[in-house]
C-alpha cells in the first residue's frame, strides 16, 4: 500500500461522523499512519477534534449538513463513530461513490435495534433472546406480559444504554415506558426483551477485511443502566462457550460485510450463546485493549478499513475502569493520584469540554497477572479520582 501526507491533494482522509472518545482513539492511530482526519460532532471541540487536522460542528440528524461536510471533504473513507446519524445522509453518500464503513446498509441495520435483531433472527438464524416491538403503553403491557417479568424495555435506536430499564412487574410498566421514551435519539418504538438469566455478557471484538477475520479475546464487561463500567480481558470461559461465540460473530459479521472491527455483544449461559447486538465501530468495553494487546481495537480498525494486515497478539491480561464525572462544570477538572501513573498502570483524559452528571471523562487501564487481579486495582484507582 501507498502511504501519504496529510493536507496534500492526494492525501488519504478518513472522516470521523462523532468524534468521542473512542473516535479519538481512531484518529490518533490514523495520525500515526500520516492519514488526514477530519471530525465531525454535533458539538465544538469533541475529544477527536482535539487531534484531527480539521473539525466541523453540525446537526448529526441533518442529512443536508453532513452530505455538505462530505462532498467538500471528499473522503476516501467515511466512519460512523456514533449512532445518532441520518442514515439517508450515508445511503446517498455511498450512492455518490464514496466508502462508508463498513457499508451504509451495515450502519443502517445496526443503528436499530429492530433491524439487527430480525436480521439475525430471521435472516442468519441465529439464537436470541424472545422480543417484540411495540409503539404504545398499551402494546407494551400486552408484549411484557407475553413475554413475562422481568423484562428488558429499550428504545429501539438510543446509545451508551439510554432509556434502558428492567422491567420486574406489571406495575413497572408505565414507570418503564417513560423511562425508554425520555431518551435521546429516536423513541417512537421500544423494544420489549426477555430477561435471560444469562451468567454473564461478553464483547467479542471482532475484526474484518476482504481476507481475514480475526477474534480478541473475548471481554467481560459490568453495565449500569446500559453503560459500561469496568471491563475486562479475557473473560474466562469455556472452550465450547468460546467456539460458539466466534461462530455467531462470523456468521453475523460476514452477513454484514465490509472492512472494520466490530463489537458483538452476546450472553452466556452455562455453554449456551445468545446474540444481542452488534456495533460496526469500536465498543467502549474494548477501550481494554490498549494495555491488553499490540493491536488496540483502534489500531486494528484503522488497519482494516485500510485492508492491511491484522498481525493480532493478546499480550496480558487487563482492565478498564471508567471514570464518569460527580457534577456539571464548564472547565472539567480531576484530581488524579500518581499510582494511576504505575508502570502496569494508564490513565486516560478525554478531553470533553464540559462535565455533567454521570458523563464519561477518563479511564483508568491496569494490567496484572489475571483479568480479575486487574480489574480490582482498576476499580481502586478509579474510585480515587475526583471531579475538582
Known amino acids: 500500500m501507498i502511504f501519504t501526507t496529510p493536507l496534500k491533494d492526494e492525501s488519504i482522509k478518513i472522516l470521523l461522523l462523532g468524534s468521542g472518545e473512542l473516535g479519538k482513539e481512531v484518529a490518533i492511530e490514523a495520525n500515526r499512519l500520516g492519514i488526514e482526519v477530519i471530525a465531525v460532532d454535533r458539538y465544538a471541540n469533541a475529544p477527536a477534534g482535539l487531534v484531527a487536522n480539521r473539525s466541523y460542528v453540525i446537526d448529526m440528524l441533518d442529512k443536508e449538513q453532513i452530505l455538505e461536510v462530505i462532498r467538500r471533504e471528499k473522503p476516501t473513507f467515511i466512519l460512523p463513530e456514533?449512532?445518532?446519524?441520518?442514515?439517508?445522509?450515508?445511503?446517498?453518500?455511498?450512492?455518490?461513490?464514496?466508502?462508508?464503513?463498513?457499508?451504509?446498509?451495515?450502519?443502517?441495520?445496526?443503528?436499530?435495534?429492530?433491524?439487527?435483531?430480525?436480521?439475525?433472527?430471521?435472516?442468519l438464524g441465529i439464537k436470541t433472546s424472545k422480543y417484540a416491538f411495540v409503539?404504545?403503553?398499551?402494546?407494551?403491557?400486552?408484549?411484557?406480559?407475553?413475554?413475562?417479568?422481568?423484562?428488558?424495555?429499550?428504545?429501539?435506536?438510543?446509545?451508551?444504554?439510554?432509556?434502558?430499564?428492567?422491567?420486574?412487574?406489571?406495575?413497572?410498566?408505565?414507570a418503564s415506558f417513560e423511562t425508554a421514551k425520555e431518551a435521546r435519539g429516536d423513541s417512537s418504538e421500544l423494544i420489549v426483551e426477555e430477561f435471560i438469566q444469562f451468567d454473564y455478557e461478553i464483547t467479542l471484538l471482532t475484526a474484518r477485511t476482504e481476507e481475514e477475520t480475526v477474534f480478541c479475546e473475548p471481554i467481560g464487561h459490568i453495565q449500569k443502566d446500559g453503560d459500561y463500567i469496568f471491563s475486562w480481558q479475557p473473560?474466562?470461559?469455556?472452550?465450547?462457550?468460546?467456539?460458539?461465540?466466534?461462530?455467531?460473530?462470523?456468521?453475523?459479521?460476514?452477513?454484514?460485510?465490509?472492512?472494520?472491527?466490530?463489537?458483538?455483544?452476546?450472553?452466556?449461559?452455562?455453554?449456551?450463546?445468545?446474540?444481542?447486538?452488534?456495533?460496526?465501530?469500536?465498543?467502549?468495553?474494548g477501550m481494554v485493549t490498549m494495555i491488553t494487546q499490540n493491536q488496540s481495537e483502534f489500531a486494528l480498525h484503522v488497519r482494516a478499513v485500510l485492508g492491511l494486515p491484522l498481525?493480532?497478539?493478546?499480550?496480558?491480561?487487563?482492565?478498564?475502569?471508567?471514570?464518569?464525572?460527580?457534577?456539571?462544570?464548564?472547565?472539567?477538572?480531576?484530581?488524579v493520584p500518581k499510582e494511576c501513573f504505575d508502570a502496569d498502570v494508564m490513565f486516560r483524559m478525554f478531553g470533553k469540554p464540559e462535565s455533567h452528571q454521570g458523563r464519561r471523562l477518563a479511564v483508568v487501564l491496569a494490567s496484572g497477572e489475571s483479568a480479575m487481579a486487574a480489574k480490582e486495582k482498576a476499580k481502586k484507582l478509579v474510585l480515587a479520582i475526583k471531579d475538582v
Open 235 to 285: 473473560m474466562q470461559m469455556s472452550e465450547v462457550a468460546k467456539a460458539k461465540s466466534q461462530e455467531i460473530a462470523k456468521k453475523v459479521t460476514d452477513g454484514l460485510g465490509g472492512r472494520g472491527i466490530f463489537g458483538v455483544e452476546l450472553f452466556i449461559q452455562g455453554d449456551e450463546v445468545y446474540f444481542s447486538e452488534v456495533s460496526p465501530r469500536p465498543h467502549d468495553t
Open 135 to 174: 409503539s404504545t403503553l398499551e402494546e407494551l403491557e400486552v408484549a411484557a406480559k407475553k413475554i413475562g417479568f422481568p423484562c428488558v424495555i429499550k428504545p429501539v435506536m438510543s446509545s451508551s444504554g439510554h432509556g434502558q430499564s428492567v422491567c420486574k412487574s406489571e406495575e413497572e410498566t408505565l
Open 311 to 335: 498481525n493480532y497478539t493478546f499480550l496480558s491480561p487487563g482492565a478498564s475502569a471508567a471514570y464518569k464525572s460527580t457534577k456539571h462544570a464548564a472547565d472539567p477538572k480531576l484530581d
Open 82 to 123: 456514533i449512532e445518532a446519524i441520518n442514515i439517508d445522509a450515508l445511503l446517498k453518500a455511498e450512492e455518490e461513490g464514496f466508502h462508508v464503513i463498513p457499508n451504509a446498509k451495515t450502519v443502517s441495520l445496526t443503528m436499530n435495534r429492530k433491524g439487527i435483531r430480525e436480521f439475525a433472527a430471521h435472516e
